[in-house]
């Protein structure tokens, strides 16, 4: 079975520029989360979606908007870059909301570089 | 607010045993998951705790207490693959979700 894919992995932009990140969950799985980590950090939460309706949004700028397709894929969009938003972009998947005690699967991800 | 604090270095000698902590404090509490992270890649599932109490998984166990908001993960016959870094995370049902709120992560060195 195929684990969560992600894409493109990697990715140079200029700031002011848009750019969006892909995101295919494990098939079966309804529940697609955005995170953002920083060299040396921990992740930070950016979206949840199930059923391709948003469940959390963390303290990130509305210059990032994520969206759900009926096939459970996801996008997640950043407008107006900046230098600050050079990171490793995960996305992860699980079966349910995450109010169930299921585990929380991570693709490879997508370094943005932004110049 | 929001904190999960775990050490950011540790060094162990290939074969023994390390203990890597992990305190929270976190408005909601759902479980808590150990995940592996070597350099480039993405996190990789560990364990799972929702009870108190000690899961066992092969060389890995991990331990939760919630009345103290305090969580281990223990590596027995440490190996050199096994120099990664360590992140630990507390599920916050939050708004109907379940987001991830990590520490910082935990670089574990193992040394020959």
């Known amino acids: 079975d195929a684990g969560v894919t992600q894409s493109p992995t990697h990715l140079i932009k200029t700031r002011g520029q848009q750019v969006t990140l892909r995101c295919s969950p494990i098939?079966?799985?309804?529940?697609v989360s955005w995170y953002q980590q920083v060299l040396g950090q921990g992740p930070q939460f950016i979206f949840q979606?199930?059923?391709?309706?948003?469940?959390g949004r963390g303290n990130f700028p509305d210059r990032f908007s994520a969206r759900q397709f009926p096939n459970y894929s996801s996008e997640l969009n950043v407008n107006a870059l900046l230098l600050g938003d050079s990171a490793l972009y995960l996305c992860?998947?699980?079966?349910?909301?995450?109010?169930?005690?299921?585990?929380?699967?991570f693709g490879q991800g997508t370094r943005l570089t932004v110049v | 607010g929001q904190n999960i604090d775990q050490p950011t270095e540790m060094t162990a000698t290939e074969g023994a045993i390390v203990q890597i902590n992990c305190t929270y404090q976190?408005?909601?509490?759902?479980?808590l998951f150990w995940y592996q992270q070597h350099a480039g890649e993405a996190p990789t599932f560990l364990s799972y705790?929702?009870?108190?109490g000690l899961e066992e998984k092969g060389r890995f166990s991990s331990f939760l207490s919630r009345s103290k908001g305090y969580s281990y993960l223990l590596l027995k016959e440490l190996q050199m693959k096994d120099s990664a870094s360590y992140l630990c995370?507390?599920?916050?049902?939050?708004?109907?979700?379940?987001?991830?709120?990590f520490g910082q992560g935990t670089e574990l060195s193992v040394k020959p």
């Open positions: 992860a998947s699980s079966r349910g909301t995450g109010l169930e005690n299921t585990e929380a699967f």
């Open positions: 098939s079966g799985h309804k529940s």
């Open positions: 979606y199930y059923e391709k309706e948003e469940r």
């Open positions: 976190t408005s909601g509490f759902n479980g």
């Open positions: 705790n929702v009870l108190d």
């Open positions: 995370a507390v599920r916050d049902p939050g708004n109907q979700g379940g987001k991830l709120i």
